[in-house]
C-alpha cells in the first residue's frame, strides 16, 4: 500500500540529518563563531573575569610559567565563561531578526522539502489583525468621546456665558474684559433692576 509524501513522518533527527549532511550545520556554528568573536560586551566581560581572578590576584603568580597560569585560569574561569558564552549563543539563535530567523526559516525549508509540504508552515495569524482593527476601533472611540465630550463642556459654557450677558450672539470669540465705564452703567442698571422690583412687589402686597 502506498502512502502519500503528506502522510510521511519527519522527525527533528531526519531535519537534523539532512543539515549535517548538507553542511548547513558547519555553516550556521562558523557564524556563531563569528559573531561571538565579534561580541564586544562578551569580550570585555572575558577580560574584566581574568583581570579579577584569583590566579592573577594571588602572590607570586608573576613567578609562574604561562602554562602554569593558563591551566589556573582555565581551572577558575572555564565553567562561567562558558556559561556567558553559552547564553551568548541562545540569544543568537532565540534572535527573530538576525540569526535565529535564519536558522528557523533553514529548518522550516529542509522540512517542507523532507515532507513534501508547501511553506511556510506557520502563516501570520489572524489574531494579529484582529488585534490591530481592535486597536483602531478603540482609537476612534476615544476619539469620538473626546469630541462629545468637548462638545458638551462647549454647550454648557456657552449657557453660562449668555445667562451672565457675556456673550454677544453670533460670536465664536470669548467675552472682552469690560472698563471700569461699562462696569458702573452695569451696576446703575441693576440696582434701578432691584427698586423696580421691589416697588412691584410692594404694590402687589398692598392690594
Wanted: proline share 5%; glycine share 4%.
Amino acid at each position: 500500500m502506498e502512502s502519500s509524501s503528506s502522510s510521511v513522518i519527519i522527525t527533528p533527527e531526519d531535519v537534523l540529518e539532512s543539515l549535517m549532511n548538507d553542511g548547513t550545520i558547519d555553516a550556521i556554528r562558523l557564524k556563531i563563531i563569528n559573531q561571538l568573536k565579534a561580541n564586544e560586551e562578551l569580550k570585555n566581560n572575558t577580560i574584566n573575569m581574568v583581570e579579577q581572578s584569583k590566579v592573577l590576584n594571588t602572590p607570586g603568580a608573576e613567578k609562574k610559567t604561562k602554562r602554569e597560569l593558563f591551566d589556573a585560569l582555565r581551572q577558575e574561569l572555564e565553567i562561567p565563561a562558558l556559561e556567558r558564552a553559552s547564553k551568548s549563543v541562545w540569544e543568537l539563535i532565540l534572535d527573530d531578526g538576525g540569526l535565529g530567523k535564519e536558522i528557523n526559516e533553514t529548518v522550516e525549508r529542509v522540512f517542507c522539502r523532507l515532507s513534501g509540504q508547501k511553506p511556510p508552515l506557520f502563516p501570520p495569524s489572524d489574531n494579529v489583525v484582529v488585534l490591530q482593527q481592535e486597536k483602531e476601533v478603540g482609537k476612534e472611540n476615544d476619539s469620538e468621546h473626546w469630541d462629545s465630550s468637548s462638545k458638551k463642556r462647549n454647550f454648557s459654557k456657552t449657557n453660562v456665558e449668555i445667562e451672565q450677558g457675556e456673550v454677544v450672539e453670533g460670536s465664536g470669540n470669548p467675552p472682552s474684559k469690560p472698563d471700569d465705564s461699562e462696569c458702573c452703567i452695569r451696576s446703575k442698571e441693576m440696582q434701578k433692576n432691584r427698586w423696580k422690583k421691589l416697588e412691584m412687589y410692594e404694590r402687589a402686597c398692598s392690594k
